[in-house]
């Protein structure tokens, strides 16, 4: 049972610098959100999307962009990384589109911006 | 604005004594409440949730959590902990759609 799977684990970047980290989970869900977990401050939103094609902003969205082509996938992209964006990034989806159901988390990607 | 809180940031104690985290809420109506387990370089696991009827809940471990509406509480207990509990655990609250709000979290030590 994969769930929900996240890549990188582990990422350094320099400032400026773009990338993607990526999110896929096999169990149809329709809810694929990001969340990014700094020290003293818990778990924070970032983007989500309650499907293919239909994404929205979180409590902390500036800097990331995302998209959903496909139920599977969710990529996070960062177009030019800063160092406040280091954190642990956690992509986590769930089913239906309402408040009640359990959030399935990935492993987290470990990302460190020079 | 809402808001989840943890009052306390690290918990220690010894192996077999009882458990209470503490976790408060601000949102104008009772939301749906979670708590969630993170053991080290792991994601978070579901330990329970509560979304209406009967205030105590039970979970996976041995857990369990009491919803106090008067006190905007909904406090995560253990009768007894066991070393393998040692981790990080986080209350969540569902306020509005789509939208998890996190507390900070409390890292538990268990002592042997």
């Known amino acids: 049972n994969a769930g929900v799977t996240q890549t990188p684990k582990f990422q350094v970047l320099k400032t400026g610098q773009s990338m993607t980290l990526q999110c896929a989970q096999d169990?149809?869900?329709?809810?694929m959100s990001w969340y990014r977990q700094d020290p003293g401050m818990g778990l924070r939103l970032i983007h989500y999307?309650?499907?293919?094609?239909?994404?929205d902003q979180g409590e902390v969205p500036n800097g990331y962009n995302v998209s959903r082509s496909t139920t599977e996938d969710f990529p996070l992209r960062l177009l030019s990384a800063a160092p406040s964006q280091t954190s642990v990034y956690f992509c986590?989806?769930?089913?239906?589109?309402?408040?009640?159901?359990?959030?399935?988390f990935g492993e987290g990607s470990r990302l460190t911006v020079l | 604005a809402q808001s989840v809180t943890q009052p306390d940031i690290h918990i220690t104690v010894s192996e077999g004594a009882s458990l209470e985290l503490r976790c408060n809420y601000s949102?104008?109506?009772?939301?749906?409440l979670f708590w969630y387990v993170q053991s080290p370089g792991q994601g978070l696991q579901l330990l329970l949730k509560?979304?209406?009827?009967?205030?105590l809940v039970q979970g996976i471990k041995g857990f369990e959590a009491e919803f106090k509406r008067s006190q905007s509480s909904f406090n995560l207990r253990k009768p007894s902990v066991h070393w393998s509990d040692a981790a990080e655990y986080f209350c969540?609250?569902?306020?509005?759609?789509?939208?998890?709000?996190f507390g900070a979290g409390t890292r538990l030590t268990v002592k042997p």
């Open positions: 986590a989806s769930r089913s239906g589109t309402g408040n009640t159901g359990e959030l399935f």
């Open positions: 169990m149809n869900h329709e809810y």
């Open positions: 999307s309650v499907g293919a094609g239909i994404t």
């Open positions: 949102y104008g109506a009772t939301p749906y």
């Open positions: 509560y979304f209406s009827g009967d205030t």
């Open positions: 969540a609250a569902n306020m509005l759609p789509n939208d998890m709000r």
